[in-house]
């Protein structure tokens, strides 16, 4: 089946700092990515869509400016939390889809950020 | 809020038990979706159900798309310890509820 991929798997920061997560569709292009955030004991929460060339559509509630999405290429995505602070330490699992309107999604193995 | 709703939140039942998890909501999806989710990893895709009162099996699990759309079950026939873990639906793949966590004691 199809793999994707994230990069770190895990990273610890000081508050203050930027974080960049990559996701990489590893063998097939992905036109459509997707972002999540996942708090301990909750469900996925769906942070940004992400379509290769243009901007990304954040969800209500989500800071454009603060999370940062780009994607550049059919199987690279980045997500980078600027100025990250203790309350953005979560588990960030990013998604992929390989064709418009499939509804099957490859997952991430998912990045956990700790802010100090 | 959460758009779909899942129940129960959590379940530890014995080995060999059967079990069903439910899902609902008050849309309407062209899609839904299974996932189990491992801790510390990604979701993983189980089965995803597209017509109205569909069923399909996959060895002990067995999922049910509502006639309407709006809702789903994920039935679990003698359960192992290997069945352990998070449960996730997500409408049109996206819409996640808060899931279920099944463990199941040897």
């Known amino acids: 089946g199809a793999v994707v991929s994230q990069h770190p798997s895990w990273v610890i920061c000081k508050s203050g700092t930027s974080v960049k997560i990559e996701c990489r569709s590893l063998d097939f292009q992905a036109t459509t990515m997707f972002w999540y955030r996942q708090f301990p004991k909750q469900s996925l929460m769906l942070m940004a869509t992400?379509?290769?060339?243009?901007?990304?559509?954040?969800e209500q509630g989500v800071e454009k400016d603060k999370f940062l999405i780009n994607h550049a290429s059919l199987t690279l995505s980045t997500l980078t939390v600027t100025s990250a602070h203790p309350e953005d330490s979560s588990f960030y699992i990013c998604?992929?889809?390989?064709?418009?309107?499939?509804?099957?999604?490859?997952f991430g193995p998912g990045t956990r950020l700790l802010v100090l | 809020t959460q758009l779909l709703e899942q129940s129960p939140q959590f379940l530890s039942i014995q080995e060999g038990e059967n079990l069903t998890v439910y899902c609902n909501s008050s849309s309407v999806f062209s899609s839904l979706q299974w996932y189990r989710q491992e801790p510390g990893e990604g979701p993983v895709l189980l089965v995803t159900?597209?017509?109205?009162?569909e069923v399909k099996k996959l060895k002990r699990l067995t999922f049910q798309f509502g006639d309407a759309r709006k809702d789903s079950s994920l039935h679990i026939t003698a359960a192992q310890p290997g069945d352990t873990g998070l449960y996730l639906c997500?409408?049109?793949?996206?819409?996640f509820g808060a899931g279920t966590r099944l463990t199941v004691k040897p």
């Open positions: 998604s992929a889809k390989d064709a418009p309107g499939m509804e099957t999604q490859y």
């Open positions: 992400s379509n290769e060339g243009s901007k990304a559509t954040y």
């Open positions: 997500a409408g049109d793949g996206v819409r």
């Open positions: 159900v597209v017509t109205g009162g």
